[in-house]
């Protein structure tokens, strides 16, 4: 296997990352360091082949390996058959070898792409100057058009609020993520200039770690649990929030204040706020139930309060300032006589080891009162995050009038900063529920009858957010989200369940934040109504009064998409923004849009920061919540020099969506192409419903996808669909129909529509006048220009040909073909992403070997639809691991998992 070995079987060295093609030009030399380090790896790989399997495992993958890029340059019109001839040949152990092998190539090849953005990253900040879209470039824009003390304001109120789900598509185990990431660790290592470990230890530590990953079964045996789920999340959190967010804060302050920084109080507010759905989730998900929700709970404060813990005790023991130098003032001297009247004994002991160091001394104290609250000890620990930070505080203005300014603006600010940032709950656990859960429950309640199970399950949800809120402050656990909310009354209803909850327990109800989600297309349409009607109500009125009328609205990117198709749904959510926001202008409603993206083109992905630039005036106003799931979750945030950038370019792209510029460009593009998205509009739809509608087309997509299979499949801890059968939609949730059709290379939910939608305008001036100038109408472009890359026609046509529906089929490829040439008309390209070259080289040697799998797993498609019907629901069958396999390597090649 030539891009794994490094040569070709008889031992010469062949250049295999570059794979020029008349079907496809791709000439153009990949960046050397990556090129290296993917060739590096594939090497070792090679090795482990050879070693585990012989010389007649690494000759088979080489031997597809051939066969499939050849067909992708279409310089042999034989090859697809000899690949497909070759994978119908092997027996069913060699054919999951083979699987298994082009799974970790990705693996390897992804951690190099990973690891090479790092070190492009790290040399772009050891150069002079800032990017565009970092915090600098665009506050001293910002300044520019508003003024410093407006910019200033602006700046002060921004918030950037990921919020980290679970994904039921994920996957990639655990084991295997962990694993990955030691290679990854062990390339830093091996790029270190002047590293104390030889370069062959190096190398040998590198092959056990790829043997162990070649040796890790990639396939879980049993679904993991929520918890299961909040665990990975917290390895993210252990390994890089929380070291990163102080320093994306250090590094806005540092170049707002220049050669001032560290000298003076800082000027970087904490804008990150992080929240959760992972064990608060419950709409849909039978095993989220409210102890899940507890437990789930306590685990993030477990984490969150030992790096505090861990971290005011590091900084605590650096802080050796002695009294002479740097007296005690009055705040400080108190707060350490409150100290010892708190615990003498803790006090003493503490003051054993630092008696002349005061500021020492008090801070030790409140990392003791750190851990005395992870630990529940009364009356050591602390009742809420805010009297934490009015100790460290305390401590700063004690160090500032000593004179000691950088002690008290560097380390001890990051502390401040962290414990700002997240509290003592680390992440929000927000609470959502099906509308129709809760009207069922009322219905109960209010008729006196005996609370069913789930009546009883939906209170005790409410007295778990009762208690999570005392035991770790309010922000711990405040929103609930309402699933398909349809009316006001959905609002209504759960204030009136909470009220239920408490009155059973004589205790008070919890604070709440409702939050209703908007999801298909006629909800979309309905909300600013039924906002208009909730805000009248007693609870939601009494609500606003408490936040200084503060509402946030969530928009669902999903099942908006899998409602009306790509096209429509990317215009609905503009135009229900729109309204939305001027609702709340009208009513002087301080607006949070919480927008439910997902990391897939299908639901709302592509580059978030240019989707903030693109939303609609006076929708994001410096604040912007957004979803961050699954396999994005590691991806933005698995590495510090990453997360940093990331949490970087959508702060600033939040701060410098609502400037004069920008709302005047989104806004008068808006008005001049109206009558251009009605027409798309109509037209996509249009084309969109011919399809699903079209009779039978339920079952023939479960044929020709493996749709089915994905659902019986431990991939996540929530089911992939609402009780689904295959003659109806209504039920399937919009990820596994985004991933169905991205393992079949065929990527609908993406684009399909868009080429009816252009062909219909037919005016080529002015869809290029769009794309030059509206912001909206250029990511859709882009984003579908992704899409379209990670399809392949040739391998579509196989996925279609498992059903005996030529129309369905037809339909498909007559638009896929459609809207490549419409976008590329319009964007004035001679190929989809042209001008973003290295994207389009890194897709494109990737799709032979994606190939590779997509050959396999219709192997196994073929074997399941055509044996017994009892049998195709046995997953755990030869045919259906096989399958298996291919979704977890299809979707570590195509890094997406819908």
């Not at 993958?61 to 000899?82: K, N, Q």
């Not at 685990?299 to 650096?318: F, K, Q, S």
């Not at 609500?543 to 609905?572: N, W």
């Not at 959508?650 to 808006?670: G, K, Y």
Request: net charge negative; glycine share 6%; charged share 25%.
């Amino acid at each position: 296997m030539t891009a794994i070995d490094g040569a070709t079987r008889d031992g010469t060295p062949r250049d295999s990352t570059r794979f020029p093609s008349a079907r496809n030009d791709v000439s153009g030399a990949v960046d050397a360091d990556l090129r290296s380090d993917v060739r590096f790896l594939g090497s070792l790989l090679g090795r482990v082949l050879r070693e585990s399997g012989g010389d007649a495992l690494f000759d088979d993958v080489e031997t597809l390996r051939a066969a499939v890029i050849d067909a992708y340059e279409g310089r042999d019109d034989s090859a697809v058959d000899r690949a497909q001839t070759f994978v119908a040949g092997l027996d069913q152990v060699r054919a999951e070898d083979v699987a298994r092998a082009f799974t970790c190539y990705f693996h390897l090849s992804n951690l190099a792409e990973e690891h090479h953005r790092v070190r492009v990253l790290r040399r772009r900040n050891d150069r002079t100057g800032a990017p565009a879209d970092s915090f600098s470039a665009t506050l001293a824009q910002l300044v520019d058009e508003v003024g410093s003390e407006e910019a200033a304001k602006r700046l002060a109120e921004l918030r950037f609020h990921p919020v980290l789900t679970a994904h039921p598509t994920e996957a990639r185990r655990r084991a295997v993520a962990t694993t990955i990431r030691r290679i990854t660790d062990l390339m830093d290592v091996r790029d270190a200039p002047g590293n104390d470990v030889s370069a062959v230890e190096v190398e040998r530590q590198l092959l056990e770690e790829i043997e162990t990953l070649w040796r890790t079964s990639p396939l879980r045996t049993t679904r993991p649990t929520p918890l299961d789920e909040v665990r990975t999340a917290m390895s993210v959190f252990d390994q890089t929030i929380f070291e990163i967010v102080p320093a994306v804060y250090r590094l806005l302050d540092d170049r707002l204040q220049g050669a001032d920084a560290g000298r003076r109080p800082v000027h970087a507010p904490a804008f990150l706020r992080l929240g959760t759905w992972i064990g608060g989730d419950r709409d849909g998900n039978p095993h989220v139930t409210a102890d899940i929700t507890r437990q789930a709970a306590d685990i993030a404060a477990e984490h969150v309060l030992l790096g505090l813990h861990r971290a005011a005790t590091r900084i605590g023991a650096m802080l050796t300032l002695g009294e002479g130098d740097t007296p005690a003032d009055a705040g400080v001297t108190a707060l350490a006589d409150a100290q010892h009247a708190l615990d003498a004994d803790v006090a003493d002991r503490i003051g054993i080891r630092s008696p002349q160091e005061i500021h020492r001394r008090v801070l030790l104290f409140v990392a003791a009162r750190i851990d005395a609250t992870r630990r529940a000890d009364a009356p050591l620990a602390y009742g809420e995050p805010s009297e934490l930070l009015a100790d460290l505080r305390t401590i700063q203005d004690s160090l500032r009038a000593a004179g000691a300014h950088r002690s008290a603006n560097g380390e001890l600010q990051g502390l401040v900063w962290q414990v700002e940032t997240f509290g003592f709950h680390l992440a929000e656990l927000e609470v959502r529920q099906h509308s129709q859960v809760h009207r069922a429950a009322l219905e109960e309640l209010r008729a006196g009858a005996e609370p069913s199970p789930m009546t009883i399950e939906v209170l005790d949800v409410f007295r778990t957010i009762t208690d999570l809120q005392a035991r770790y402050g309010v922000n711990a656990a405040r929103r609930y989200i309402i699933s398909f909310t349809q009316s006001a009354e959905d609002l209504a209803n759960v204030y009136e369940l909470a009220e239920h909850a408490a009155a059973r327990d004589g205790r008070p109800a919890p604070v709440l934040d409702v939050i209703p989600l908007f999801e298909t297309f006629a909800d979309l349409h309905a909300a600013p109504g039924i906002l208009a009607e909730a805000i009248g109500t007693e609870a939601v009125l009494s609500r606003l009064a408490e936040t200084g009328r503060k509402l946030e609205v969530m928009l669902g990117y999903s099942d908006s998409s899998k409602d009306v198709g790509p096209v429509s749904a990317t215009f609905a959510l503009f135009d229900a923004q729109a309204r939305i926001a001027a609702w709340a202008d009208d009513n002087d409603i301080v607006l949070t849009l919480f927008h439910g993206r997902g990391g897939s083109l299908g639901r709302g992905g592509g580059p978030a920061n240019e989707a903030v630039l693109a939303q609609p005036p006076g929708s994001v106003d410096g604040r912007y919540k957004i979803t961050e799931q699954g396999e994005v979750i590691f991806a933005q945030y698995g590495d510090k020099t990453i997360a940093a950038r990331h949490i970087e370019q959508m702060a600033a792209a939040a701060l410098f969506a609502s400037s004069p510029s920008n709302e005047q460009r989104t806004a008068e593009a808006a008005r001049r192409f109206a009558d251009l998205a009605t027409r798309m509009d109509d037209v996509s739809r249009a084309a969109f419903f011919d399809l699903v509608r079209a009779e039978g087309f339920a079952p023939w997509f479960a044929t020709v996808t493996p749709m089915e299979e994905i659902g019986l499949l431990p991939l996540g801890s929530r089911p992939a669909r609402r009780g689904l059968s295959v003659e109806s939609l209504e039920d399937l949730r919009a990820i596994p129909w985004v991933f169905s059709w991205t393992q079949a290379r065929i990527n609908l939910a993406g684009w399909y529509g868009l080429g009816s939608a252009l062909a219909a305008v037919g005016d080529l001036e002015l869809l290029r006048d769009a794309h030059a100038n509206w912001p909206l109408f250029r990511s859709m472009i882009k984003n579908v220009e992704m899409s379209l890359a990670r399809t392949d026609e040739a391998i579509a046509r196989e996925y279609l040909a498992l059903a005996d529906r030529d129309d369905l089929a037809a339909k498909v490829l007559d638009e896929m073909a459609l809207t490549r040439q419409w976008v590329l008309a319009t964007s004035g390209s001679s190929d989809v992403l042209e001008d973003r070259p290295v994207l389009s080289r890194a897709v494109r040697l990737r799709s032979p070997y994606v190939d590779a799998l997509s050959h396999l797993q219709l192997r196994a498609l073929r074997a399941i639809r055509g044996g017994d019907p009892e049998a195709r629901r046995d997953p755990d069958d030869a045919d259906h691991r096989l399958l298996l396999l291919t979704v977890n390597g299809i979707a570590a090649g195509l890094q997406n998992t819908g």
